[in-house]
């Protein structure tokens, strides 16, 4: 399972890195420290079929995707 670390980066750059990654591993998780990142990426999840689990530590979310 491959880990993406978007710590830092604003919206859009975590969707579009999300989505990129998600072409060639259907199971994925990915570390966010922006609340608009965690919405858009869950959206887009469940718009693809794809199932996803958020935790929360501070003001960081892992969101874990799969298939």
Do not use: W
Request: glycine content about 4%.
């Amino acid at each position: 399972m491959k880990t993406l670390d978007l710590r830092g980066y604003a919206c859009p750059i975590p969707l579009l890195k999300t989505r990129e990654a998600l072409k060639e591993d259907r199971e994925l998780t990915v570390i966010v420290d922006e609340p608009a990142a965690r919405e858009n990426i869950t959206k887009f999840a469940k718009s693809q079929n794809l199932k996803t689990t958020v935790s929360q530590d501070g003001f960081e979310f892992t969101l874990h995707i799969c298939g």
